[in-house]
Protein backbone atom coordinates (compact mmCIF):
# COMPACT_ATOMS: atom_id res chain seq x y z
CA UNK A 1 0.00 0.00 0.00
CA UNK A 2 1.04 3.61 -1.10
CA UNK A 3 1.47 5.87 1.55
CA UNK A 4 -1.19 8.48 -0.51
CA UNK A 5 -3.08 5.35 -0.20
CA UNK A 6 -3.51 6.10 3.35
CA UNK A 7 -6.62 8.14 4.26
CA UNK A 8 -8.86 9.12 7.16
CA UNK A 9 -11.87 6.61 8.26
CA UNK A 10 -14.25 6.66 10.62
CA UNK A 11 -14.24 3.69 12.11
CA UNK A 12 -10.88 1.73 13.72
CA UNK A 13 -9.98 -0.63 11.07
CA UNK A 14 -7.48 -3.80 11.30
CA UNK A 15 -5.73 -2.75 8.28
CA UNK A 16 -2.25 -3.36 9.05
CA UNK A 17 -0.50 -0.20 8.43
CA UNK A 18 3.58 -0.76 9.11
CA UNK A 19 5.30 1.93 11.30
CA UNK A 20 7.71 3.02 8.10
CA UNK A 21 4.29 3.45 5.68
CA UNK A 22 2.98 5.42 8.88
CA UNK A 23 6.30 7.32 9.06
CA UNK A 24 5.75 8.24 5.28
CA UNK A 25 3.16 9.91 5.80
CA UNK A 26 3.21 14.15 4.40
CA UNK A 27 1.52 16.57 6.33
CA UNK A 28 -0.55 16.79 9.82
CA UNK A 29 -2.17 13.59 10.46
CA UNK A 30 -3.99 12.04 13.73
CA UNK A 31 -3.41 8.72 14.65
CA UNK A 32 -6.16 7.20 17.08
CA UNK A 33 -5.66 4.06 18.67
CA UNK A 34 -8.14 2.01 20.27
CA UNK A 35 -10.60 -0.57 20.06
CA UNK A 36 -15.02 -0.59 18.74
CA UNK A 37 -15.58 -2.59 22.19
CA UNK A 38 -13.74 -0.20 24.29
CA UNK A 39 -15.69 1.93 26.67
CA UNK A 40 -13.22 5.19 26.90
CA UNK A 41 -12.55 5.17 22.96
CA UNK A 42 -17.20 5.16 22.67
CA UNK A 43 -16.84 8.04 25.68
CA UNK A 44 -14.26 9.89 23.81
CA UNK A 45 -15.60 9.45 20.27
CA UNK A 46 -17.66 12.31 19.90
CA UNK A 47 -15.43 15.07 21.37
CA UNK A 48 -12.64 13.45 18.91
CA UNK A 49 -15.32 13.63 15.88
CA UNK A 50 -16.27 17.23 16.87
CA UNK A 51 -12.68 18.41 17.32
CA UNK A 52 -11.51 16.95 14.20
CA UNK A 53 -14.42 18.11 11.71
CA UNK A 54 -12.83 21.70 12.47
CA UNK A 55 -9.66 20.77 10.52
CA UNK A 56 -10.62 19.13 7.04
CA UNK A 57 -6.62 19.52 5.96
CA UNK A 58 -5.78 16.55 9.09
CA UNK A 59 -6.05 12.96 8.30
CA UNK A 60 -7.53 10.80 10.69
CA UNK A 61 -6.62 7.35 10.87
CA UNK A 62 -8.46 5.08 13.67
CA UNK A 63 -6.20 1.94 14.28
CA UNK A 64 -7.35 -0.90 15.48
CA UNK A 65 -4.57 -2.10 18.72
CA UNK A 66 -4.52 -4.95 20.59
CA UNK A 67 -2.31 -7.18 22.01
CA UNK A 68 0.70 -8.30 19.73
CA UNK A 69 -0.52 -5.32 17.13
CA UNK A 70 2.76 -3.90 15.96
CA UNK A 71 1.90 -0.57 15.07
CA UNK A 72 0.65 0.17 18.58
CA UNK A 73 3.77 -1.20 19.78
CA UNK A 74 5.67 1.12 17.49
CA UNK A 75 4.21 3.91 19.64
CA UNK A 76 4.25 2.65 22.62
CA UNK A 77 0.15 2.88 23.23
CA UNK A 78 -0.14 1.64 26.79
CA UNK A 79 -4.08 3.15 27.30
CA UNK A 80 -7.16 3.49 24.67
CA UNK A 81 -7.76 5.85 23.01
CA UNK A 82 -4.74 7.17 22.26
CA UNK A 83 -3.90 9.64 19.91
CA UNK A 84 -1.05 10.80 18.26
CA UNK A 85 -0.33 13.83 15.56
CA UNK A 86 2.24 13.28 13.60
CA UNK A 87 3.62 16.04 11.20
CA UNK A 88 5.46 14.73 7.97
CA UNK A 89 5.73 11.38 9.21
CA UNK A 90 7.07 12.43 12.50
CA UNK A 91 5.17 12.35 15.96
CA UNK A 92 4.76 15.95 17.35
CA UNK A 93 2.59 15.26 20.26
CA UNK A 94 0.03 12.64 21.63
CA UNK A 95 -2.93 12.67 23.98
CA UNK A 96 -4.45 9.82 25.82
CA UNK A 97 -7.99 9.07 27.16
CA UNK A 98 -9.29 12.98 25.84
CA UNK A 99 -12.95 14.10 27.96
CA UNK A 100 -13.16 16.82 26.23
CA UNK A 101 -13.09 18.55 22.63
CA UNK A 102 -11.19 20.87 23.60
CA UNK A 103 -8.11 18.90 24.76
CA UNK A 104 -8.46 17.23 20.97
CA UNK A 105 -8.46 20.76 19.35
CA UNK A 106 -5.41 21.85 21.42
CA UNK A 107 -3.75 18.64 20.45
CA UNK A 108 -4.85 19.32 16.56
CA UNK A 109 -3.30 23.04 16.68
CA UNK A 110 -0.29 22.36 18.59
CA UNK A 111 2.33 23.51 15.88
Avoid at 28 to 45: E, I, K, M, R
Avoid at 67 to 73: A, F, V
Wanted: hydrophobic share 35%.
Amino acid sequence: MKTDDIGSNSEYTEEAFTAEQVGELSGDVLLDFGAPWCGHCQAASFAIKEAVAEHSELRHIKIYDGKGKPLGRAFKVKLWPTLILLRDGNEVDRLVRPSSADEVRQLVSTS
